[in-house]
């Protein structure tokens, strides 16, 4: 089973930024279908955020298409989310998906 751990996470104030790391070990990333980001917030379902299939193919929400950038690095074995301008609703706690494992979330809180 492939181990996930996310980091970066923590306070920033409207307008932002922040980079959220993902790290696979056990298993390589390379290996896998589609990596991925999801959020949630209190009281509210979990969403996906991003994702990045093996082939390249990219796809964020709707709220966060052009403020965050998922990418990966296969050297590294990690899947990084960059956010942007970010703002007071994208206070959530931020999972990293790996194909079917999962991370523990990392916090993130947007406030001023």
């Known amino acids: 089973q492939v181990q996930v751990a996310e980091s970066g996470g923590g306070w920033v104030q409207p307008g932002g930024s922040l980079r959220l790391s993902c790290a696979a070990s056990g298993g390589s990333i390379v290996n896998m279908y589609v990596l991925s980001w999801y959020r949630q917030a209190p009281g509210k379902e979990r969403e996906l955020v991003a994702s990045i299939t093996s082939a390249g193919t990219v796809l964020y929400a709707d709220s966060v298409e052009d403020r965050f950038t998922i990418s990966r690095d296969n050297a590294k074995n990690t899947v990084d989310l960059q956010m942007n301008a970010l703002k007071e609703e994208d206070t959530a706690v931020y999972y990293c998906?790996?194909?079917?494992?999962w991370g523990q979330g990392t916090q993130v809180t947007v406030s001023s």
């Open positions: 998906a790996l194909d079917q494992d």
